[in-house]
């Protein structure tokens, strides 16, 4: 297989696809926002934060032992050293979600209800019925468009080697269709992952499937200034 650094945005799926690309290939990869005691496991001499600042030393050595790697760039540590991000010679797929509201909506949910640290599973109690506290109508605003802004600056400076996905691309919350499969297995593909069929299907089961999402199109309407919000469509 081909190794890669996957550059996504938080609340784009990564953690499902990464799983799912470890699955697949199987070989280790690292995750850059893994709890602390799971990231020390990962043997590495460097600490997370070194990334900022020496970001190619630190990947020459993770890709020294491992063939992949998740980073959300859009955490400020990692977007102040995006150009090095950019320009490291490996296999880059960029991830991230067209529908900007979504993503800052999700991401402010996620605080709001301690998604990180939540034991495995809470999600499923929010999914549906639920009643959220209501969001603040300038931080989505602020949010919206420093996430344009990145996309933005990462599309302008990468090269024709990325492999780009949309969050759309891979997931449905209502339906999972032929296409997203597809688009999964394009994906294995071009990283020269060969893969089991039954072994494919079971990964789309438990990881991409639209039952596997962690929220539904009604887990948006129990925020309690939702229809506000949605002015920021």
């Given amino acids: 297989m081909n190794k890669f650094m996957l550059l996504s945005m938080k609340r784009t799926g990564s953690n499902h696809l990464l799983n799912s690309l470890q699955i697949t290939s199987k070989r280790k990869m690292v995750w850059f926002d893994a709890h602390p005691n799971t990231w020390n496991e990962f043997g590495l001499s460097f600490s997370k934060t070194d990334m900022e600042t020496h970001s190619t030393r630190c990947l020459d050595e993770l890709y020294d032992?491992?063939?992949?790697?998740?980073?959300?760039?859009d955490e400020p540590i990692f977007y102040n050293a995006i150009d090095e991000l950019l320009e490291y010679?490996?296999?880059?797929?960029?991830?991230?979600?067209?529908?900007?509201?979504?993503?800052?909506?999700?991401?402010?949910?996620?605080?709001?209800?301690?998604?990180?640290?939540?034991?495995?599973g809470r999600h499923r109690v929010l999914k549906e019925g639920h009643k959220f506290d209501s969001i603040d109508v300038d931080v989505v605003k602020k949010k919206m468009s420093d996430v344009r802004g990145k996309i933005d600056y990462v599309m302008n400076n990468m090269d024709d080697n990325f492999?780009?996905?949309?969050?759309?691309?891979?997931?449905?919350?209502?339906?999972?269709?032929?296409?997203?499969?597809?688009?999964f297995r394009n994906l294995l593909d071009r990283l020269d992952i060969k893969v089991d069929e039954k072994i494919f299907n079971n990964i789309i089961g438990d990881l991409m499937c639209e039952e596997k999402c962690y929220k539904t199109d009604k887990t948006y309407t129990y925020i309690k200034n939702i229809d506000e919000l949605k002015k920021l469509k």
Wanted: glycine share 2%.
């Fill in 65 to 73: 032992q491992y063939s992949g790697c998740k980073i959300n760039w």
């Fill in 89 to 120: 010679p490996i296999q880059k797929i960029l991830l991230y979600r067209e529908n900007i509201w979504e993503k800052v909506i999700s991401e402010e949910l996620a605080i709001q209800t301690n998604h990180w640290i939540a034991p495995i």
């Fill in 163 to 183: 492999i780009v996905y949309r969050y759309e691309d891979l997931y449905s919350r209502n339906n999972y269709t032929d296409k997203h499969k597809e688009n």
